[in-house]
């Protein structure tokens, strides 16, 4: 068997996902879910915060909010996030960190609506029929955000209390355990796995039906490193070539944030059409019937 017959299913695949994007309007729906999310960028970050004080009352332990905050952003670019960065504590200095306020409430709500929008953007990539009703989906939305901002949280405690471990116990050995810079590369295996197990749990409950881990974990890793591909290269424009303060003058951060965020949804569609395409490549007829749908409805 030669390599063109083994690549030959994958780039069929990949054809019809871009087919499917196009046809389904995915430009669209990757501006609704880019403004969702921007909306829900800050509530996010808020709640994580909330939800980390709360956990700093009951384990006494209390987490940076750097750290959290890092996690979080730590996959952008350093021209896109600064502008954000800068903004966001400044509102996290005057903010309540409790979580059983009505703000606390609120930014669960908003930070929901980005998950919803996602939702959708899946259940038409996959080709789904979706019984769930109104408040369960959203129900589930709201879950992914405590869930996303619980594993941020537990991320954070593993990535300051994993290098005390490996200090003590490098200090009772006679040989040198680690070497210099295992730390950071401990947090550059963080930054990939977080975005790569949200991804997966987005394709694993977000979608009107339930898909095997095999059938949405190449849509998934290729979500990751094109995400990975695209914030090399947004770097790269905005430092370079892109001139936003000219144009938006101070909501030049703003747009530079919304546009890679824009740039990011459409891979995460991208790699969930990727992943339609594949189940439906052994489905004669499927294509044809998908088809008749022509964009992406609620």
Same mark, same amino acid.
């Given at each position: 068997?030669?390599?063109?017959?083994?690549?030959?299913?994958?780039?069929?695949?990949?054809?019809? @996902?871009?087919?499917? =994007?196009?046809?389904?309007?995915?430009?669209?729906?990757?501006?609704?879910?880019?403004?969702?999310?921007?909306?829900?960028?800050?509530?996010?970050?808020?709640?994580?915060?909330?939800?980390?004080?709360?956990?700093?009352?009951?384990?006494? *332990?209390?987490?940076?909010?750097?750290?959290?905050?890092?996690?979080?952003?730590?996959?952008?670019?350093?021209?896109?996030?600064?502008?954000?960065?800068?903004?966001?504590?400044?509102?996290?200095?005057?903010?309540?960190? *409790?979580?059983?306020?009505?703000?606390?409430? %609120?930014?669960?709500? =908003?930070?929901?609506?980005?998950?919803?929008?996602?939702?959708?953007?899946?259940?038409?990539?996959?080709?789904?029929?979706?019984?769930?009703?109104?408040?369960?989906?959203?129900?589930?939305?709201?879950? %992914?955000?405590?869930?996303?901002?619980?594993?941020?949280?537990?991320?954070?405690?593993?990535?300051?209390?994993?290098?005390?471990?490996?200090?003590?116990?490098?200090?009772?050995?006679?040989? *040198?355990?680690?070497?210099?810079?295992?730390?950071?590369?401990?947090?550059?295996? %963080?930054?990939?796995?977080?975005?790569?197990?949200?991804?997966?749990?987005?394709?694993?409950?977000?979608?009107?039906?339930?898909?095997?881990?095999? *059938?949405?974990?190449?849509?998934?890793?290729?979500?990751?490193?094109?995400?990975?591909?695209?914030?090399?290269?947004?770097?790269?424009?905005?430092?370079?070539?892109?001139?936003?303060? @000219?144009?938006?003058?101070?909501? @030049? #951060?703003?747009?530079?944030?919304?546009?890679?965020?824009?740039?990011?949804?459409?891979?995460?569609?991208?790699?969930?059409?990727?992943?339609?395409?594949?189940?439906?490549?052994?489905?004669? #007829? @499927?294509?044809?019937?998908?088809?008749? #749908?022509?964009?992406?409805?609620?």
């Amino acid at each position: 068997m030669n390599l063109f017959a083994v690549l030959s299913p994958w780039l069929r695949a990949l054809a019809r @996902a871009a087919a499917a =994007f196009n046809r389904k309007n995915g430009w669209v729906m990757s501006s609704h879910i880019a403004m969702s999310m921007m909306l829900a960028l800050f509530p996010f970050v808020l709640f994580t915060v909330a939800l980390s004080g709360a956990a700093a009352s009951l384990l006494s *332990q209390d987490v940076a909010i750097e750290d959290l905050v890092d996690l979080v952003f730590g996959g952008w670019p350093e021209e896109v996030s600064k502008p954000i960065l800068n903004e966001l504590f400044a509102v996290l200095e005057t903010s309540s960190t *409790q979580l059983a306020t009505l703000g606390g409430v %609120l930014a669960l709500y =908003f930070a929901s609506n980005g998950v919803n929008a996602v939702r959708v953007a899946m259940v038409n990539a996959y080709g789904d029929n979706d019984p769930r009703p109104f408040w369960k989906a959203r129900l589930i939305c709201a879950g %992914l955000v405590v869930l996303g901002g619980a594993g941020i949280l537990v991320a954070a405690l593993f990535e300051v209390v994993l290098p005390l471990y490996v200090r003590y116990i490098a200090d009772l050995l006679p040989y *040198q355990l680690v070497g210099p810079g295992w730390e950071q590369g401990f947090s550059g295996v %963080l930054l990939f796995l977080l975005p790569l197990v949200a991804v997966l749990l987005c394709h694993i409950l977000l979608p009107g039906q339930r898909h095997r881990v095999s *059938q949405i974990l190449p849509g998934a890793v290729l979500t990751v490193v094109l995400w990975w591909a695209a914030g090399i290269g947004f770097a790269i424009y905005v430092g370079s070539f892109a001139q936003y303060s @000219a144009t938006y003058a101070g909501l @030049a #951060g703003a747009m530079a944030a919304m546009i890679f965020l824009y740039v990011n949804a459409a891979i995460l569609i991208f790699g969930a059409e990727f992943n339609g395409a594949l189940m439906r490549l052994d489905q004669p #007829g @499927a294509e044809a019937a998908e088809a008749s #749908g022509d964009s992406y409805v609620e």
